[in-house]
């Protein structure tokens, strides 16, 4: 490799570092106690454990959804979904099919005793205010696309960083840090060492993310082209003005698709569905399945089962690429390795951010 080339990595190293660092601290910072989501909610909110009897009888989805419309006179269902360690349904209501999140309402119905269960604490609440701040710092999409890029920057640092590492350890042994020199010599070893070593992780953790901040898009082209042929014979035809039950929907689509179980459900008029289908999405039951989707669609008139089909590769990747982001896949160890890293992480970009401002206020040179 040629001086000018080395010269010319290290240059788009160095920019795209500083140009993303802030950012980038941002989302180590805020996906620190993210990662640890599940354990923060469980720990704070304390929701009330709720086992059934041998042979109790439990309401059927219909009841759970007329006790949860009941309490909210003038609305219409719009999702269902279910709690996995719990005989707890969950109903989303609002005015109108296409109602916005904002007039949305959320309630958790005990299938043991039928009755709607009080809000969690307020782990929720704060668990969400970080999740939007690491998900688009509450800009919505203009903030997703900004930090995806902010991603693809991080990316080109991290790539450019380990093409002039060698180099840059021409005459050193890997690893090398030189504890006796001054100290920003020993930090630019640091901050190379680091970076070198969780560079794999960085980068899984860092596309991934890229992958999650184009969500909406992505669910906008599945919904344009797969979701818009699985309805295409009922277009033109008039919405149902009488829905089936939504027990026998969930139950057809789980006939269709055995040994898989149902995530949620998407009533008719969602952005998830069409005016005349329950979609219901199902998951595999093993760790390397269940964050895959397969929408069923029902006739919400008939019942009947109309489509069905596995998600597209790129609704694929996003669904692979959340869990992934937050280390969800191997639970708790992998969780703490997750945290280290991020930590680590967090050191390579202070140090870099250090040997940035020692270099411009006329530190030691290296």
């Known amino acids: 490799m040629t001086r000018n080339t080395v010269r010319a990595w290290t240059l788009i190293h160095k920019w795209t570092s ?4 802030a950012f980038l601290l941002m989302l180590c910072i805020t996906g620190l106690p993210l990662v640890f989501h599940d354990e923060i909610d469980g720990a704070l909110n304390h929701d009330p454990k709720i086992v059934a009897a041998p042979g109790q009888r439990l309401s059927t ?3 759970v959804l007329d006790t949860a419309l009941k309490a909210r006179p003038g609305e219409v269902g719009l ?28 309630a958790s119905i005990d299938q043991t005793t039928g009755k709607i269960l009080a809000p969690g604490g307020a782990a929720g609440g704060v668990m969400d205010v970080i999740l939007r701040i690491h998900k688009d710092m509450f800009l919505g999409l203009p903030g997703l696309l900004f930090l995806g890029f902010m991603g693809l920057l991080f990316t080109a640092a991290i790539v450019s960083g380990l093409v002039v590492y060698p180099p840059f350890m021409r005459k050193l042994d890997f690893g090398t840090v030189r504890v006796s020199r001054s100290s920003r010599l020993k930090w630019l070893d640091y ?5 070198v070593v969780t560079a794999a992780w960085v980068l899984v953790v860092g596309l991934t993310g890229v992958i999650n901040t184009l969500s909406e898009p ?9 979701l818009a042929a699985m309805t295409a014979p009922y277009k033109g035809k008039p919405a149902p003005t009488h829905l089936s039950s939504i027990g026998k929907a969930v139950a057809t689509a789980q006939a269709a698709a055995p040994g898989m179980r149902v995530q949620f459900v998407a009533f008719p008029g969602g952005s998830f569905s069409s005016n005349h289908h329950y979609a219901v999405f199902m998951q595999g039951e093993t760790p390397a399945t269940e ?25 694929q990747a996003l669904l692979l690429s959340q869990p992934l982001h937050f280390g969800d896949y191997g639970g708790l160890p992998l969780k703490i390795l ?5 930590l680590v992480t967090i050191v390579v970009l202070v ?16």
């Not at 500083?18 to 660092?21: A, G, S, V, W």
């Not at 992505?218 to 797969?226: H, L, P």
């Not at 997750?338 to 991020?342: E, F, I, M, N, P």
């Open 338 to 342: 997750w945290a280290l890293l991020d």
């Open 191 to 195: 901050h190379n060492l680091l970076g």
């Open 61 to 63: 989805l219909d009841e």
């Open 291 to 315: 964050k895959l989707l397969t929408p069923a669609l029902i006739d919400a008139e008939t019942g009947q089962l109309t489509a069905m089909r596995r998600m597209p590769w790129y609704a």
């Open 18 to 21: 500083l140009i993303c660092t």
């Open 218 to 226: 992505i669910i906008q082209v599945w919904k344009a082209n797969e």
């Open 79 to 106: 999702f269902m979904s279910f709690d996995t360690d719990r005989p707890v349904v969950n109903v989303t209501s609002g005015p109108r099919p296409d109602a916005s999140e904002s007039q949305m309402h959320f």
């Open 351 to 366: 140090s870099g951010l250090y040997l940035w401002l020692s270099k411009r206020r006329g530190g030691e040179a290296s």
